[in-house]
C-alpha cells in the first residue's frame, strides 16, 4: 500500500543511491546537495513567476526539475515539467497557479528528504 510519504518520493530511486558502492555515502550526497539547493531554486521560480520573463521561468523550472528529480521526487519533477513545458511552447498559462504546484510539491519532498536524512 502506498503512503503518502511514498508517493512524494520514489523510494526505489533512495534505494538505488543507496546500493550504489554498498554505502549510504552516495545517498548522503545527493540528499545533502538537494537539501541545499532547493530553497535557493524555489525562491528563483517564486520571484520570477509574476514576471513576463517565460524564458528564464522555464530554465529555473528546469534547474529545479533537475534537483528534485535526482531524489525521484516525481511530482515535483513533473510540475516543473509541466511548467517548463507551456513556457518553451507558448502555451497560455497562469504561471502563479503553476509555481504554487512547484512549491506544495517541493516542499513535501523536501520534508521527506529530511526525515531519510536523519534516519540514515
Known sequence: META?????DHNVIAELKAIGGTEALFNRVANHFVEKVPGRLAEIEGIAGSQDVGALANAAH??????SSLGARRAGK???NLELLAR????FVARDLVDVIV???RAALVEVEKLRSAA
Open 79 to 81: 510540475a516543473c515539467e
Open 63 to 68: 534547474a529545479l526539475k533537475s534537483v528534485v
Open 5 to 9: 510519504a511514498s508517493t512524494v518520493i
Open 89 to 92: 511552447t507558448g502555451q497560455a
Open 104 to 106: 506544495r510539491e517541493t
